[in-house]
């Protein structure tokens, strides 16, 4: 007894006492969302489906902490890239690259995710090498480094959504007949594709079974990168660089290869959120999603310094699930004004104060 | 009452668990105005826990707290945090460094009781304000590094350091305090050479003579003989004797501490010396050159044959360390160095690690562990990544193998007696001594061809030295492992190398047999001291 006792303590102790109280707090905006008259199971799909949609972006987090960077304040940077594939992979549909494939098919739009995923995996890598190697000019600056090249290039991004010569109707102003819309529908592309795919219905409950599957799917490559021999390698050299050296590691690169795999998933990440939204958001849209996917794997547990798939996928549920219940229930208690985006801003940004200033009193 | 006002310092039934293993229990001490009390014990013992419980260490309250009382000058006290024991007069130098590696030494000698000059804005705003007087710092700090002669620039950035720099500014530190009235020394001397250790005890004595407690923690009998007045022996966490020092022996401390009676560091017959001469040339070092800030190796030449074990001694700062740190490309080096016939390339990163050479470095928590991972994966770490063993097959790729490498950390657990819960517990919640000991499995785990140790013995105690000592030799003799072995402690480098080398201003100055006399080792360490007087 006395021994199961201490186990559950220490258990309770590793889970984290700032988790247990979200996670309390969660089920409190539930039970609050029951009592105002809110259909549960509906709420409840819908942070199933914002898990699905965030889980990439938030996984993204993962190597750039491990490799030593930090949280990646700058995955607008592989999300500029993410998008740039999305849009290549829409253009390529429009001047037929899909062939004859039956566009209601759900092979079509299999291939038109994949294609997405792939371009957008090309651009951000490419984008995330030239990224590394900058970070590693700055060193010991990188959070305040990576916000502001973050928001610098989605003002440069604003300025190529003007004049990259796209041509397909989805895309361009019609009128103008040129410049990229600030929303494109992907209803002719890969919009909500994995949403469908295997979707499990039961009366209001949704389970968007692929898009979960696909999150899950890259969190484990993760998780084997993080085992494999490099992913060790990488993870010595974030953690103890000195250390790192004396075994022969180089650490720029290490430091690199991280950076390069969080853009990588960030582009990767915004075609799934894309996807799962129906559409794709250029100009603005990206700013802020670095500080929720910080905010994100924060709550799950992660440091500034050590992070693991499970604080991914804890903190991606907490924090959506937080935000998804909290709002509408927020909105239903006090309707007026657009009290939901404060609202929004003022959890995002508290957590991640915390969690930093609890990342500075922490390592010794 | 006046009778209480004689203690400096009472401990009451000191308890303390982390995570229900019991690491102190009632333990009860008092200590005396101008006292020099030692406090021993095997690695693990609970010394440097229970100095933390009495310096309000945030370790002991984020882990539970402790049981007991501690009074100060006859007034209970609880200390939240460092900061409060400062407050009361109890200064410490910790056995790992805390030192803020950008800031120079003045400014960590004089860290949170900077001297400031008023400004302007302070006038309105209050001493917040006010600027550092620094020329006041930097002649305080001065003083102080005078005080226990250290021959360095006050304005000097601690980063990079050699240890036995670091150790001494800790020292500085707590010296320059003004209202102290108990000092603590953790394993002070661990990195110094005798002599320096001396100077220390020096140092010791005359702040004992103004009235000044010090407990004393050290591993070394000798410097417990020369200068304590009482002691101390933990064992597994409980007091197993206390006695003044004038009613005890070194050979009955000893005792006391590992429950058996050590004669000797390396036993005769764990260590039959066979001759290497005929054999191959192992490593062969010409002209080497290594810029490592205060350890500067200045044009090294020395060759080491198969099988031997040679031994690298000299006064910090002299170079000796910069050696190992130069061949495995820790700082920029130069010269003509060979393993085993094979050129060593300095501008390609893991070279030596490569050709075989695996390093123990002097610096354990800087360079030579991941703190926050466990013993298990310290331990396989470097063999997995230079020779990528303790990976299995997986689709197309390798992973960890968690069976293999748990079941080999077992195996280390025991042959070096480490002493912890499990090859899972993590490794910075390990005792000093035992950190050690992980460095060395994780060495000894990349099965190397020429064995470089950087002080090895670093903070292990008696027991626990011998016990490495004759394993090394134990490895030398059955394996033909090549052992070079960097020390500050002559004793142990005279206890089993072949051939000793002395390095001093940068360079070889002698190379001498284990029984050189006393009077040729003194020699050739001082020989830069005369070289300048010379001149
Ligand atoms: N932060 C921690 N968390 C858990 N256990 C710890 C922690 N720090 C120390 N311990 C354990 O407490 C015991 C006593 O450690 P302590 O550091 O006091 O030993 P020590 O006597 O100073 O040894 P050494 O001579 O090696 O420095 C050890 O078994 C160690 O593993
Ligand atoms: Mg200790």
């Given amino acids: 007894m006395e021994r199961a006792l201490g186990a559950l303590k220490q258990g309770a102790k590793d889970f984290g006492l700032p988790r247990i109280i979200i996670l309390a707090f969660f089920f409190i905006l539930?039970?609050?969302?029951?009592?105002?008259?809110?259909?549960?199971?509906?709420?409840?799909?819908?942070?199933?489906?914002?898990?699905?949609?965030?889980?990439?972006?938030?996984?993204?987090?993962?190597?750039?902490?491990?490799?030593?960077?930090?949280?990646?304040?700058?995955?607008?940077?592989?999300?500029?890239?993410?998008?740039?594939?999305?849009?290549?992979?829409?253009?390529?549909?429009?001047?037929?690259?899909?062939?004859?494939?039956?566009?209601?098919?759900?092979?079509?739009?299999?291939?038109?995710?994949?294609?997405?995923?792939?371009?957008?995996?090309?651009?951000?890598?490419?984008?995330?090498?030239?990224?590394?190697?900058?970070?590693?000019?700055?060193?010991?600056?990188?959070?305040?480094?990576?916000?502001?090249?973050?928001?610098?290039?989605?003002?440069?991004?604003?300025?190529?959504?003007?004049?990259?010569?796209?041509?397909?109707?989805?895309?361009?102003?019609?009128?103008?007949?040129?410049?990229?819309?600030?929303?494109?529908?992907?209803?002719?592309?890969?919009?909500?594709?994995?949403?469908?795919?295997f979707r499990v219905e039961i009366g209001n409950f949704i389970i968007p079974t692929s898009l979960l599957l696909t999150v899950l799917l890259f969190c484990f490559v993760i998780w084997v990168f993080n085992k494999s021999r490099y992913g060790m390698v990488m993870t010595a050299a974030g953690s103890n660089p000195e250390y790192a050296k004396a075994r022969g590691i180089n650490v720029n690169r290490a430091r690199i290869v991280g950076t390069t795999i969080s853009t990588a998933l960030a582009g990767v990440g915004i075609v799934m959120f894309s996807q799962g939204l129906g559409f794709l958001q250029l100009y603005n849209a990206p700013m802020w999603m670095g500080f929720s996917s910080v905010a994100a794997v924060l709550i799950g547990g992660a440091t500034v310094k050590r992070a693991a798939i499970f604080n991914v996928l804890l903190g991606t549920l907490l924090f959506q699930g937080i935000l998804t219940v909290a709002l509408p229930v927020a909105n239903e208690l006090v309707p007026e004004g657009n009290l939901s985006e404060i609202l929004r801003l003022i959890i995002s940004n508290g957590i991640i104060l915390y969690a930093l200033s609890k990342a500075r009193g922490g390592s010794k | 009452m006046m009778e209480e006002q004689r203690y400096v310092l009472e401990l009451q039934h000191i308890s303390k668990e982390y995570s229900g293993n019991p690491v102190l229990q009632d333990v009860s001490l008092t200590v005396k105005k101008g006292q020099i009390y030692a406090l021993m014990g095997e690695n693990g013992a609970g010394k440097s826990t229970l100095m933390n419980i009495l310096f309000g260490m945030p370790v002991i309250h984020s882990t539970g707290g402790f049981t007991g009382t501690i009074k100060i000058s006859g007034e209970e006290v609880n200390f939240l945090s460092p900061h409060d024991a400062m407050e009361a007069g109890i200064g410490m130098v910790h056995q790992e460094f805390m030192l803020i590696p950008g800031f120079t030494i003045a400014e960590n000698i004089k860290v949170g009781r900077e001297d400031t000059l008023p400004t302007l804005p302070s006038r309105v705003f209050g001493p917040d304000l006010e600027r550092l007087n620094r020329p006041k710092m930097n002649a305080d700090a001065r003083v102080a590094l005078d005080n226990i002669g250290l021959d360095i620039s006050e304005e000097t950035k601690v980063a990079g350091l050699p240890v036995g720099y670091m150790q001494f500014v800790e020292i500085a530190r707590e010296i320059d305090k003004k209202n102290i009235k108990l000092l603590v020394f953790d394993e002070p001397t661990a990195v110094l050479t005798e002599s320096e250790a001396d100077q220390l005890l020096k140092v010791m004595q005359s702040l004992a003579?103004?009235?000044?407690?010090?407990?004393?923690?050290?591993?070394?009998?000798?410097?417990?003989?020369?200068?304590?007045?009482?002691?101390?022996?933990?064992?597994?966490?409980?007091?197993?004797?206390?006695?003044?020092?004038?009613?005890?022996?070194?050979?009955?401390?000893?005792?006391?501490?590992?429950?058996?009676?050590?004669?000797?560091?390396?036993?005769?017959?764990?260590?039959?010396?066979?001759?290497?001469?005929?054999?191959?040339?192992?490593?062969?070092?010409?002209?080497?050159?290594?810029?490592?800030?205060?350890?500067?190796?200045?044009?090294?030449?020395?060759?080491?044959?198969?099988?031997?074990?040679?031994?690298?001694?000299?006064?910090?700062?002299?170079?000796?360390?910069?050696?190992?740190n130069g061949l495995m490309g820790m700082f920029s080096s130069h010269g003509d160095v060979e393993i085993f016939?094979?050129?060593?390339?300095?501008?390609?990163?893991?070279?030596?690690?490569?050709?075989?050479?695996?390093?123990?470095?002097?610096?354990?928590?800087?360079?030579?562990?991941?703190?926050?991972?466990?013993?298990?994966?310290?331990?396989?770490?470097?063999?997995?990544?230079?020779?990528?063993?303790?990976?299995?097959?997986?689709?197309?790729?390798?992973?960890?193998?968690?069976?293999?490498?748990?079941?080999?950390?077992?195996?280390?657990?025991?042959?070096?007696?480490?002493?912890?819960?499990?090859?899972?517990?993590?490794?910075?919640?390990?005792?000093?001594?035992?950190?050690?000991?992980?460095?060395?499995?994780?060495?000894?785990?990349?099965?190397?061809?020429?064995?470089?140790?950087?002080?090895?013995?670093?903070?292990?105690?008696?027991?626990?030295?011998?016990?490495?000592?004759?394993?090394?030799?134990?490895?030398?003799?059955?394996?033909?492992?090549?052992?070079?072995?960097?020390?500050?402690?002559?004793?142990?480098?005279?206890?089993?190398?072949?051939?000793?080398?002395?390095?001093?201003?940068?360079?070889?100055?002698?190379?001498?047999?284990?029984?050189?006399?006393?009077?040729?080792?003194?020699?050739?360490?001082?020989?830069?001291?005369?070289?300048?007087?010379?001149?």
């Fill in chain 1, 30 to 197: 539930l039970l609050a969302a029951a009592l105002v008259g809110m259909d549960i199971p509906w709420l409840i799909s819908d942070v199933l489906l914002r898990w699905g949609m965030w889980g990439i972006l938030v996984l993204a987090m993962v190597p750039s902490i491990r490799s030593g960077i930090g949280p990646n304040f700058g995955v607008a940077i592989g999300i500029a890239g993410g998008l740039l594939g999305a849009l290549v992979s829409i253009e390529l549909r429009y001047f037929g690259f899909l062939g004859t494939l039956d566009p209601d098919g759900i092979t079509f739009g299999l291939v038109s995710i994949s294609l997405a995923v792939l371009l957008a995996l090309a651009f951000s890598s490419l984008l995330g090498i030239l990224y590394g190697l900058l970070l590693n000019r700055v060193k010991g600056n990188e959070m305040i480094v990576s916000t502001y090249v973050g928001f610098s290039f989605v003002a440069l991004f604003n300025i190529l959504w003007l004049l990259l010569p796209f041509r397909s109707s989805t895309s361009i102003w019609p009128i103008a007949g040129q410049g990229l819309r600030t929303t494109i529908n992907l209803v002719d592309d890969f919009g909500r594709v994995l949403n469908n795919l």
């Fill in chain 2, 209 to 324: 003579a103004k009235g000044i407690a010090i407990i004393f923690i050290t591993h070394r009998l000798s410097e417990v003989m020369q200068v304590a007045d009482y002691m101390t022996v933990l064992r597994d966490g409980e007091l197993v004797a206390s006695k003044a020092i004038a009613d005890t022996s070194a050979v009955e401390i000893a005792e006391l501490m590992v429950g058996r009676a050590i004669e000797k560091l390396v036993d005769d017959d764990k260590n039959t010396k066979v001759s290497t001469e005929q054999n191959e040339v192992a490593l062969s070092v010409k002209d080497l050159y290594v810029d490592m800030p205060g350890e500067t190796a200045r044009g090294v030449t020395f060759e080491v044959k198969s099988g031997e074990i040679f031994g690298i001694g000299g006064l910090a700062g002299q170079g000796k360390v910069g050696i190992p």
């Fill in chain 2, 341 to 535: 016939g094979e050129k060593l390339n300095f501008t390609k990163l893991g070279n030596a690690l490569s050709k075989g050479l695996a390093f123990v470095s002097e610096d354990r928590r800087g360079v030579g562990l991941l703190l926050e991972e466990s013993i298990a994966h310290n331990i396989m770490f470097g063999a997995m990544t230079t020779k990528r063993d303790y990976l299995s097959n997986f689709g197309i790729t390798k992973l960890l193998s968690a069976g293999r490498m748990n079941r080999h950390a077992k195996d280390m657990i025991k042959l070096l007696d480490i002493r912890c819960v499990g090859g899972g517990q993590r490794v910075g919640a390990l005792s000093g001594g035992n950190q050690q000991k992980v460095c060395l499995a994780s060495a000894l785990t990349m099965k190397p061809r020429i064995l470089v140790v950087s002080e090895p013995t670093r903070g292990i105690d008696i027991g626990a030295k011998k016990l490495i000592m004759e394993y090394l030799a134990h490895l030398r003799q059955e394996e033909g492992l090549t052992i070079i072995m960097i020390s500050s402690e002559l004793a142990e480098l005279r206890s089993i190398c072949d051939r000793i080398a002395i390095v001093s201003d940068g360079k070889i100055e002698d190379i001498l047999a284990p029984d050189a006399s006393d009077a040729q080792f003194g020699l050739a360490m001082s020989a830069a001291a005369q070289n300048s007087e010379v001149s």
